[in-house]
């Protein structure tokens, strides 16, 4: 997992994470081997990913949630210390590697005290697989550049937003 270390590295130089920040993780281990999405996951990928992000999180306070896959609706599985009542619906099931996807299955079984929730809005994210983590990420998106295109087969896209633009001609942006 070279790349993914790389891709991590390269954004956390460019300050991408953010203490206290949700960020959306999208992922097919089975794109990661070179295979079609949702066709073979992987519990061995999904561990070292896994691992990666944890690490990322411990050196810079960010909380990753994990998306998981369309037969569990795209759900996200985060730690309830990151639940929002007011902002998220706490929805009843657990992501299964053929339903959920092995990541998203991997954290819900190695977090320290995780749930499920319908749907979610963060300002950033990483999807790696084309697992069109969109519906998550707050309006306006942006995409973020990095040289690490691919982790395995799976193509990266990297996302982070800003706030919309509002009003008319006399408006004024910073």
Do not use: W
Request: include cysteine; proline fraction near 3%.
């Amino acid at each position: 997992m070279e790349k993914l270390q790389q891709l991590l590295d390269e954004l956390k130089a460019q300050q991408f994470f953010r203490k206290g920040e949700l960020c959306v993780i999208g992922c097919s281990t089975s794109e990661v081997i070179g295979e079609r999405i949702g066709s073979v996951g992987s519990m061995e990928i999904a561990e070292t990913l896994f691992k990666h992000f944890q690490q990322i999180e411990k050196e810079t306070g960010v909380h990753f949630v994990y998306q998981g896959c369309e037969h569990i609706n795209r759900a996200i599985t985060i730690e309830r210390a990151d639940y929002d009542p007011y902002t998220m619906e706490e929805v009843t099931v657990v992501p299964d590697v053929h339903a959920g996807g092995s990541l998203a299955t991997y954290a819900y079984q190695h977090m320290k005290d995780p749930m499920v929730v319908e749907s979610i809005t963060v300002p950033k994210g990483i999807d790696i697989g084309q697992t069109l983590i969109g519906m998550h990420l707050k309006h306006v998106a942006i995409p973020i550049r990095t040289s690490v295109k691919q982790i395995g087969e799976a193509v990266v896209t990297i996302a982070s937003s800003r706030p919309k633009k509002i009003g008319g001609e006399r408006a004024k942006y910073d």
